[in-house]
């Protein structure tokens, strides 16, 4: 039986040679890239069961790598957990609306790392959609501001429990509920057919005050996401509390 092989992506050359060690003692074969353009060539050559991916990279960053995967027919179901020292929200955002399926800070502990490498590649593709949620859900639940992620036909995929306060929105299972059916009932500060227009990439806007269900206005961001065609494929929110003037 093939060893699942893992691509270790990190400018930093200790911190590659530290991960082959410890990939390697735990029985999996390892690639090793040192850049965001040599870690995205490999992805596709070489095709990785499984990609750690540093976020600071010269050339391309991690951000940008996992874009670039998710836009790719055959890498965009490839598992990738960030490897970061950065420890903001703002950056877990920003993976989460890049595609990154987990985040691991440094620095890492060895028996965190290889449960989660593990949990990664128990994936099937039968149970895939579930598990890879679930990881999801675990992310987004730590977050304080609200993010929700939907499909192309604006059915709720992933939300977590602060956006479901600030949307009003029952603690109940609301994936698949249509999210621009449910923005057409809130007053907002730019019109529903501009956020939906497809050409807008990245779209600011208000949830405006307007009764005891909205006490407070919400600063929304929308981030459309396109595979490589120029089709939507997804659409990430992230909502905060707006600042009082």
Request: charged fraction near 30%.
């Amino acid at each position: 039986m093939n060893k699942p092989k893992i691509l270790v992506a990190d400018d930093i050359k200790q911190n590659v040679k530290l991960l082959r060690v410890i990939l390697v003692s735990a029985e999996y074969d390892v690639v090793e890239a040192y850049d965001g353009e040599e870690a995205l060539s490999k992805a596709g050559t070489e095709k990785p069961d499984l990609i750690l991916l540093d976020i600071m990279m010269p050339k391309m960053t991690g951000y940008e790598v996992c874009q670039k995967l998710r836009m790719n027919d055959a890498t965009k179901d490839i598992p990738v957990v960030m490897i970061t020292a950065l420890h903001e929200k703002e950056d877990k955002i920003k993976g989460i609306e890049a595609g990154a399926n987990d985040f691991i800070s440094k620095p890492f502990v060895k028996a965190e790392l290889l449960a989660r490498v593990k949990s990664l590649l128990r994936m099937r593709p039968e149970t895939a959609g579930k598990e890879e949620t679930v990881v999801l859900d675990a992310v987004l639940a730590d977050l304080a501001e609200g993010v929700i992620v939907v499909d192309d036909r604006w059915k709720i995929k992933n939300i977590n429990r602060t956006a479901r306060e600030y949307l009003n929105m029952p603690e109940s299972d609301n994936k698949n509920t249509d999210l621009s059916e449910h923005l057409s009932h809130l007053k907002l500060s730019v019109p529903l057919e501009n956020i939906k227009n497809p050409q807008e990439r990245v779209i600011d806007f208000q949830i405006i005050s307007s009764n005891n269900q909205y006490p407070e206005n919400s600063n929304v961001r929308l981030k459309k996401i396109f595979d490589e065609g120029g089709n939507m494929a997804g659409i990430a929110l992230i909502i905060r509390k707006a600042e009082k003037g």
